[in-house]
């Protein structure tokens, strides 16, 4: 049977329940592939990288498994980080199960692991040498243990772990069931799982490769937590006429467009959480061109029928190579020019590598524009239009009109640096020049800033006024109006001052928030 949803798999309606809370609309191909296998009780080889939705794809048979509150299930990782994010993903799939998953790793108290233990954990994902440690001073007992999961083997083999890992393999029972994550298969690992499993079925996402239309494809690096900032920086730089960005879940779709509208930017998300109705609606506003930025899962995208995208955005990298080339092949359609932008987070270059040998083309790297750089470039293509429109005939009777009754009471210079703030979105302020007037030594002449720190950081107008005066050495009563919301807030600064702002903050940790500041936006 071919898998096309989670309801496919013969699982728990807990753990069906939980997939959906995590915003996952259908399983990746990994998932199709590895979790029926595993279900079945056999060991499994996955050649995979993280991005692929791995994770899952052990983590759901593994909650499906569990039937006592004994440990009965060992995950084996090479890294702290990655030991932390695979328990949360296994917390967060077992969580109406009420699975009780702990990471154990070097560098943390081992007095607090053993009470953690204690509890009556049944999952446990942890490095190496401290499981080890733990499994020596008989802290660990791995006899009620059915899967061992050995996630990026070859990460381990590099790191020297491969003797820890055959130490640990002899405490665990030999009926067993072994599972083995890898991106690459070097012969030593083989030899591994020769040794160690049981008549393992392979499994691969590295698929032959396939060939990408002339489309420019960049990529840039970005932190999650600043994955929303380097976008908004991103869209500012290109300028984009209708974008569709891409978001590996529903979840992060509705947080996006949020984080979207709020910094003014005209965006709508589709999921398969939508009605009909709301689907066709978001389509026709996106059709018509009032909507610039369409935030969407694949699913939700399969099948849209959407010409003249001037860019398709992943701000998530997708899951395969196939869904690479399905994404951005939607745009430079029908001879047009087509920008692709992949957003890849220091983790997942192994995958972008996957993708760019399946579709024989090298991704090149473009870093995330600066805010000055942005907004000069705002400046030049509003100019560039302008030069166009300068060239053409007038004979908008509307447009006229108004010239003609403005001209009665201002000047036309007056008039016409009205309308170019306008253009910047500028007009929403009593005086303020976004950074770009040359003429920025009044006092008055003030910037107003998004910086991305609010209320939930438990920070108030003197906290902010108190660091940026302290932070880039302004005096506290230059800084004017501070207004402060949920979860970011404008500050005004003057103008003169405003990079030196930029130049010390950005960046700096504020309330334990990492600081990110902008001009504040105001598109439309
Ligand atoms: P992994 O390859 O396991 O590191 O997963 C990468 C990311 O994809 C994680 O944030 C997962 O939560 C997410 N993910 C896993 N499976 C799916 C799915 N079927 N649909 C959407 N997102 C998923």
């Given at each position: 049977m071919k898998i096309k949803s989670f309801a496919d798999f013969k699982i728990n309606k807990k753990i069906l329940h939980a997939v959906v809370d995590m915003g996952f609309e259908a399983p990746s191909p990994i998932q199709s592939m590895t979790i029926p296998l595993l279900l079945s009780g056999k060991d499994v080889i996955g050649q995979a990288q993280t991005g692929t939705g791995k994770t899952a794809a052990f983590g759901i048979p593994i909650v499906e498994k569990i039937t006592s509150r004994e440990l009965q299930a060992l995950i084996i990782t090479p890294t702290r980080e990655l030991a932390i994010q695979i328990a949360e993903e296994i917390k967060n799939i077992g969580k109406y199960k009420r699975i009780n998953v702990l990471p154990i790793y070097g560098g943390q108290p081992i007095e607090r692991q053993i009470r953690g233990i204690k509890r009556g954990i049944q999952v446990i994902v942890g490095t190496p040498g401290r499981i080890l440690d733990h499994l020596q001073r008989k802290t660990l007992n791995l006899n009620k243990i059915n899967i061992v999961v050995l996630d990026e083997a070859d990460e381990m083999l590099d790191m020297g772990f491969i003797e820890d890992i055959e130490n640990i393999l002899s405490y665990a029972p030999q009926t067993r069931q072994t599972i083995l994550f890898s991106a690459t298969m070097p012969p030593e690992l083989l030899a591994l799982a020769k040794k160690y499993m049981n008549n393992p079925e392979y499994i691969s996402v590295i698929k032959e490769q396939i060939t990408v239309p002339t489309i420019e494809q960049y990529y840039f690096e970005s932190k999650e937590k600043n994955k929303v900032e380097d976008l908004c920086q991103v869209i500012d730089m290109a300028q984009p006429e209708k974008a569709l960005i891409f978001c590996r879940t529903k979840k992060r779709v509705d947080s996006l467009v949020e984080?979207?509208?709020?910094?003014?930017?005209?965006?709508?998300?589709?999921?398969?959480?939508l009605t009909q109705r709301q689907r066709e609606k978001v389509m026709q506003n996106f059709r018509k061109g009032n909507i610039e930025l369409l935030v969407?899962?694949?699913?939700?995208?399969?099948?849209?029928?959407?010409?003249?995208?001037?860019?398709?955005i992943n701000f998530d990298i997708p899951q395969d190579p196939e869904s690479y080339v399905h994404r951005i092949g939607r745009t430079g359609r029908a001879g047009r020019s087509g920008v692709a932008y992949t957003f890849i987070t220091p983790e997942e270059y192994k995958h972008l590598r996957a993708i760019e040998k399946v579709i024989k083309q090298r991704v090149n790297r473009k870093n995330i524009p600066t805010v000055m750089e942005t907004l000069e470039n705002k400046k030049s293509y509003l100019y560039k239009r302008l030069l166009k429109l300068l060239e053409q005939e007038d004979n908008n009777k509307q447009v006229l009109d108004l010239l003609?009754?403005?001209?009665?009471?201002?000047?036309?210079?007056?008039?016409?640096?009205?309308?170019?703030?306008?253009?910047?979105?500028?007009?929403?302020?009593?005086?303020?020049?976004?950074?770009l007037s040359?003429?920025?030594?009044?006092k008055s002449d003030m910037v107003r800033l998004f910086l991305n720190i609010g209320k939930v950081n438990k920070i108030g107008p003197g906290d902010i006024a108190r660091s940026i005066a302290e932070g880039a050495s302004i005096p506290e009563n230059a800084i004017g109006s501070i207004d402060i919301f949920d979860r970011f807030s404008f500050v005004e600064v003057p103008a003169n001052l405003s990079e030196k702002v930029f130049q010390l903050m950005q960046g700096i940790n504020l309330k334990g928030k990492i600081l990110n500041i902008e001009p504040a936006k105001n598109r439309k």
């Open positions: 984080n979207l509208r709020i910094r003014g930017y005209i965006a709508d998300g589709l999921h398969g959480g969407a899962t694949d699913v939700a995208a399969r099948g849209l029928d959407i010409d003249q995208l001037s860019h398709v003609n009754e403005l001209s009665g009471h201002y000047s036309y210079q007056k008039i016409a640096l009205a309308a170019l703030r306008l253009c910047f979105g500028d007009d929403n302020q009593e005086s303020s020049n976004n950074g040359s003429d920025s030594n009044k």
